[in-house]
């Protein structure tokens, strides 16, 4: 069982930069592919970021390339999201996910584990 911590949320202007983290635990975190995911009221949780094992290959969605950037650091069992150039559209709680035999993870379906998300609100 793997649990993911996520941090690094909060209140930000448009324009600004955030860095979220999660930590893992529980299990062997370089067995898994992770991801990012965000979801707002109403909608479903959507793919933001992924990268692979190894961290030697990144995903991102169309919304969030060139302004989001995904990396894990395996010794200390933690994925990271730098957030640059965000925008009011941006603003929704992000989700730490976990994925094992997968090169990546892009769709919730394919997660094993969640984190709790953590808050991010970007103003205009």
Partial sequence: QVQLVESGGGLVQAGGSLRLSCAASGGSFSSYAMGWFRQVPG???EFVASISRSGGST???GSVKGRFTIS???AKNTVYLQMNSLKPEDTAVYYCAAAAQVAVVTTPNGVHYWGKGT???VSS
């Fill in 119 to 121: 808050l991010v609100t």
């Fill in 43 to 45: 909608k479903g949780r």
């Fill in 72 to 74: 894990r650091d395996n």
């Fill in 59 to 61: 995903y991102s969605a």
